[in-house]
């Protein structure tokens, strides 16, 4: 194809190939910068738009924005004001460079454990789907998972409202936890601090007289596999106690058995943790 200004029209020559002619067609040049003109207000426009959905923080004028990310392993980082975010694997956050001066608000992506550097004067929030927390000075742990966000306060206190509604809002203390679904707007009860929610960071895990199935499900959650359980597999509801840090699932499992008197069979393999009953 070739281009070519002929007089005050442009011509676009089409070379013929397999024998076919040459054919010529000419486009009055006002009409040609017009369409060229169409294309950049759309390239514009897009730009535009883009940046709008960027704002995602309400009240923020800032349009440069810096991003984290853990990609397979969990990342600490400190923000600007000295608040401390550990990030999950696979987890993002995102912030604007006005944080710690103008506002303290955090886009989150995922899971992440802040510990929040005290500012009476500048709140810390983090926007996580339809929803915020706010807080002072504290330290908590953020899940955002398919239909639901699930906090959980480790110290001080911490508001979780809905965005577009403060009034449908909820307040926790330390040592507290509560679940929130996304699709209802609703809260669920607020819960004790369940200790494992945060082993991910942490790195220990803790069961006092738990129902196996629940150290089942967690000990997939904590190891990153799918369990998967034999339907006829019955546990007839026994507890177990323990405290884990440094321990394999292998060795884990092993106390598990004996506790429920040698009741399963397992295997272990990249992706998946399955039960199934002892032949």
Request: charged content about 25%.
């Amino acid at each position: 194809i070739s281009l070519g200004l002929v007089g005050s029209e442009m011509c676009i020559r089409d070379s013929g190939r397999m024998g076919l002619h040459t054919r010529a067609k000419r486009i009055p040049l006002p009409q040609y910068l017009l369409r060229i003109s169409a294309i950049l207000v759309l390239a514009f426009g897009l730009a535009y738009v883009l940046n709008l959905t960027i704002k995602t923080i309400p009240g923020s004028e800032q349009t440069d924005y810096f991003k984290e990310v853990a990609d397979l392993y969990t990342k600490d980082l400190t923000l600007p004001d000295g608040s401390v975010v550990t990030l999950n694997a696979g987890s993002s956050i995102f912030y604007n460079n006005n944080f710690g001066q103008g506002n303290r608000d955090i886009i989150l992506e995922g899971e992440a454990f802040f510990d929040v550097e005290p500012n009476k004067d500048l709140p810390f929030k983090v926007f996580v789907s339809n929803s915020t927390i706010e807080v002072l000075g504290t330290s908590f742990n953020v899940k955002a998972e398919k239909f639901g966000i699930q906090l959980c306060v480790v110290s001080g206190k911490v508001a979780f409202f809905e965005t577009s509604n403060k009034n449908n809002r909820i307040e926790l203390v330390k040592d507290e936890m509560v679940k929130y679904n996304t699709r209802k707007k609703e809260f669920d009860d607020k819960i004790d601090l369940n200790p494992n929610t945060i082993a991910w960071k942490t790195g220990k895990l803790e069961f006092r007289n738990t129902p196996v199935e629940e150290v089942l499900y967690t000990l997939a959650q904590y190891f990153d596999k799918k369990l998967v359980m034999d339907k006829n597999l019955n546990f007839q509801d026994p507890l177990f106690s323990g405290e884990y840090s440094t321990e394999s699932l292998e060795v884990i499992l092993e106390d598990l058995n004996i506790t429920t008197q040698q009741q399963f069979e397992y295997t272990i393999n990249d992706k998946e943790l399955v039960f199934s009953v002892k032949n």
